[in-house]
């Protein structure tokens, strides 16, 4: 069965460093997520990318985040200059169809920053 | 603004014994409703959803769903808990999470 994968399962990062995560969604799905998980608390959404644009973002996906689909296969979520604050786990997702429909979700990529 | 409220953080049931967790919600317009399930190190994966027909859902692992329009919930329910349900769960209302209700199997 077809899965979301994503890489790496665990970043260690110092504060002030950019980060790249990575994901590749199911190959035939059109829509793409980002959403974080702060130890302890709510998933929360940061980002959906239909088209090779964003297509809604909340107030979290401020100017230090940035997606991108740079080939046919990866999407990847940017974190310019890490804050403490960003630690925390980030789940990829992906649809085929719009956000109401079934959201496949990645294992997740624990980020530390320390 | 949409919002999701689990009432329950933690709730522990024998095996075998009934299990519910609630879910409500706030949302303006028709709510697309979901509820995901958690295990530990895992992603998330849904459980069920709910658009429009039929208000009692059936989804997966023998879990089902309730839609009260009237009382702004979706709460997710199971006849018989195995071991292995043992997981986190998660309701969300479009692309808002509630904090998760985590769930506790005793023998």
């Known amino acids: 069965e077809p899965e979301v994968t994503q890489t790496p399962s665990h970043q260690v990062t110092q504060m002030g460093q950019e980060v790249i995560l990575r994901c590749v969604p199911i190959?035939?799905?059109?829509?793409f997520y980002w959403y974080r998980q702060i130890l302890g608390q709510k998933v929360e959404f940061l980002v959906s990318?239909?088209?090779?644009?964003?297509?809604?973002k909340s107030e979290i996906f401020d100017d230090q985040f940035s997606v991108e689909r740079p080939d046919g296969s990866n999407f990847t979520l940017k974190i310019r200059s890490t804050k403490l604050e960003d630690s925390a786990m980030y789940f990829c997702?992906?649809?085929?169809?719009?956000?109401?429909?079934?959201?496949?979700f990645g294992p997740g990529t624990r980020l530390t920053v320390l | 603004a949409q919002s999701v409220t689990q009432p329950d953080i933690h709730i522990t049931v024998s095996e075998g014994a009934s299990l519910e967790l609630r879910c409500n919600y706030s949302?303006?317009?028709?709510?697309?409703l979901f509820w995901y399930v958690q295990s530990p190190g895992q992603g998330l994966q849904l459980l069920l959803k709910?658009?429009?027909?039929?208000?009692l859902v059936q989804g997966i692992k023998g879990f089902e769903a309730e839609f009260k329009r009237s009382q702004s919930s979706f709460n997710l329910r199971k006849p018989s808990v195995h071991w292995s349900d043992a997981a986190e769960y998660f309701c969300?209302?479009?692309?808002?999470f509630g904090a998760g209700t985590t769930v506790t199997v005793r023998a």
């Open positions: 190959s035939n799905h059109l829509y």
């Open positions: 990318f239909y088209n090779n644009e964003i297509s809604e």
């Open positions: 949302y303006g317009a028709t709510p697309y």
């Open positions: 969300a209302v479009a692309l808002s």
């Open positions: 709910y658009f429009s027909g039929d208000t």
């Open positions: 997702a992906s649809s085929v169809g719009v956000r109401t429909d079934t959201q496949y």
